[in-house]
């Protein structure tokens, strides 16, 4: 409420300005008049305003501005008011009764367009909005925002096709690059073709990805995946591979798909080696759990506990101390049991309660892998956490 009434009290002096103005004009080609008024419903208003009634102010601003038709920027914050106060009905019928005025210039006119298609896109109208925003880009007016907008609506309805045509004319305009978020664009629709099974389609946009973005993870994990469905697992182990060099934080995600390859071709050995390289370097509790677990397969549980156990000391997490219980009431029986399935109890419990990823831009905590946040909206923002709680 305090808000809006502020927001009120901005208003007043452009309607008075207004006013006077239209006044002013008025006595100048009658020339009988020595002073310009002020519409008696501005202060009708301005008592609203002041008996903290803001609806009923808007509502007599709004005749103001039916009978000074010259008020246009009066007129296009109130719409504002509206649509920022969530009654988007309102504010499209303010714009568009500006539209249809006659006396807009070109500039105030595509302003009152961008402010309409604003409103169109809060009501979920995507269509309406597209259709006003690529007639300010064909009038070649607030062409930031109109591409911006057009982006936005071509992301919802995962349109990649025109989504890549407008975020390369954005760049142009902005000076901004898009490459990491157009190689995103890439992949959804390789993604698409990947799930029909039309693998040249699927080859040639994560070709397309990577020549955007040479660090695009998503890229090479759709191309490993590729791979690995088809048969190529020297060719999928390649591809995992190189996300080590274009984002070690990414490490997580090729452990499990990675043991898979390896194993179909009967290089355990080898994936063994890879991941103790990968635990010296990077650390990571998923690297840590599957080497131990190889471990335990290859040499004893008892070897198992002791490697676990030392690295626990330098790289203490949740999921390492949780595994180490496990091992250990295989071990134990009586009272020693019961504490250790105490313990194990909750470290299972904070574990299964803990988000695994978060995104660095909005705070956004996530159990599973978004290359779009779903908070935000940015592209590769959402990560595994990593520490104590996480890898």
């Keep these: 409420m305090q808000g809006e009434i502020y927001t009120l009290w901005l208003l007043l002096p452009v309607a008075a300005f207004s006013g006077w103005w239209i006044g002013w004009r008025a006595s100048q080609s009658k020339k009988n008049h020595s002073s310009s008024s002020i519409n008696p419903e501005y202060f009708k208003g301005l008592n609203f305003v002041l008996n903290e009634q803001p609806d009923k102010a808007i509502e007599v601003f709004i005749r103001m501005l039916e009978v000074d038709s010259e008020t246009v920027e009066t007129h296009l914050a109130l719409g504002n008011l509206f649509r920022r106060r969530g009654e988007v009905d309102r504010a499209i019928r303010i714009h568009q009764n500006l539209i249809a005025r006659p006396t807009l210039n070109r500039e105030q006119r595509a302003h009152a367009l961008l402010e309409l298609g604003m409103d169109y896109m809060r009501s979920g109208l995507l269509d309406r909005a597209e259709g006003l925003f690529l007639e300010l880009v064909n009038s070649d007016l607030h062409l930031n925002q109109a591409y911006t907008e057009l982006l936005e609506i071509y992301q919802q309805e995962k349109d990649w096709e025109n989504a890549i045509a407008i975020a390369r004319k954005l760049e142009l305009i902005s000076g901004n690059s898009l490459n990491p978020v157009i190689a ?20 040639d946009n994560i070709r397309r990805a990577i020549s955007f973005n040479p660090d695009c993870v998503r890229a090479s994990l759709i191309e490993a995946r590729m791979f690995k469905q088809t048969g190529k697992e020297k060719l999928a182990i390649k ?16 452990i499990g798909p990675l043991f898979e390859c390896y194993r179909k071709l009967d290089r355990v050995d080898e994936f063994v080696e890879y991941l103790r390289m990968l635990v010296n370097i990077y650390g990571g509790i998923s690297s840590l759990l599957m080497l131990t677990e190889l471990i335990a397969e290859r040499e004893g549980e008892n070897a198992a506990i002791r490697f676990i156990s030392d690295e626990l000391k330098t790289r203490p997490t949740v999921k390492g101390v949780d595994r180490l219980i496990e091992y250990a009431l295989s ?6 049991y019961d504490h250790l399935k105490t313990i194990k109890d909750l470290t299972a419990q904070l574990i299964e309660g803990r988000a695994m990823y978060k995104c660095n831009s909005c705070g956004f905590d996530a159990k599973q892998l978004h290359w779009q946040c779903p908070g935000c909206k940015h592209w590769d923002t959402v990560k595994p956490v990593f520490g104590v709680a996480g890898e």
């Design 184 to 203: 995103q664009f890439y992949c959804e629709r390789a993604e698409s073709a990947l799930n029909e099974g039309n693998i040249r389609v699927v080859k």
């Design 239 to 254: 591809s995992y591979k190189r996300v080590e060099s274009q984002d070690s934080d990414y490490i997580t995600e090729i």
């Design 331 to 336: 071990k134990s029986e009586g009272e020693t």
